[in-house]
């Protein structure tokens, strides 16, 4: 949905679309913006109005969004039922004084028969990662988890995955994974990495590592009855 205004320029408008990593085809993600010079006119009240009326006539069962704190789009959604379900956290590593225990990490990971070992890919190309800061974990030749970066700046890096299957949880691994890419982007020259994550197992483990949360916004759900 698009907002004009008298002489058809866009000040504004609305989308409903599916999220592919977790269709349903009754749950709907929203995307909503008013030029921020015009706001407060009640212009996103009539794009969400529209919304909410090709949401009814889908049968939506749930829409969805992300709205950061501190801005008016949350008390704009609170107003219209939106619920606060998950929030994401936005953490930055200074480098330079970053803890780095990576011996005694290793010791405790690579006691269980598990290996921690660089991984080049072609696809990080596109993603402008870096193949010498992939680093996957390996028991007996099966990889249980990874961590890399890709490059967000001139001296700043962002995580691009670290996970770990669920089965080798807790027993350290992430965190020595996360210490081989801060041990390499140090050795590289680079200043901080950043990353973002509603897991808040990932969250605390960052903090221990040295992160700082910088920003958080929230994930908010709408129950359509």
């Known amino acids: 949905m698009v907002a004009v205004d008298e002489e058809d320029a866009p000040v504004g408008y609305g989308e409903i679309y599916h999220e592919p990593t977790r269709f349903d085809p009754r749950r709907y993600f929203i995307g909503l913006a008013v030029d921020s010079r015009l706001r407060r006119q009640g212009i996103g009240a009539a794009v969400w109005t529209a919304l909410r009326a090709e949401l009814d006539e889908r049968s939506a069962k749930v829409a969805c969004l992300w709205a950061d704190d501190g801005t008016a789009c949350r008390q704009f959604i609170v107003e219209r039922g939106f619920v606060e379900v998950v929030r994401s956290f936005e953490q930055v590593l200074a480098l330079a004084t970053a803890p780095l225990p990576i011996a005694m990490a290793e010791e405790s990971v ?9 991984w080049r890919r072609e696809v990080f190309d596109e993603l402008h990662g870096l193949p010498d800061a992939y680093f996957v974990a390996s028991d007996r030749g099966r990889l249980v988890g990874c961590s890399a970066v890709h490059a967000a700046g001139e001296d700043v890096l962002r995580i691009l995955i670290t996970g770990v299957l669920p089965e080798y949880r807790r027993r350290g691994i992430a965190r020595l994974l996360k210490l081989r890419v801060h041990a390499w982007a140090r050795a590289n020259g680079y200043r901080e990495i950043h990353t973002s994550t509603a897991n808040p197992a990932v969250v605390a483990l960052n ?3 040295g992160y700082a949360i910088v920003a958080s916004w929230g994930g908010y759900e709408l129950a359509i009855r």
């Open 110 to 118: 690579t006691a269980r028969g598990i290996h921690v070992e660089d």
């Open 207 to 209: 903090t221990a590592l």
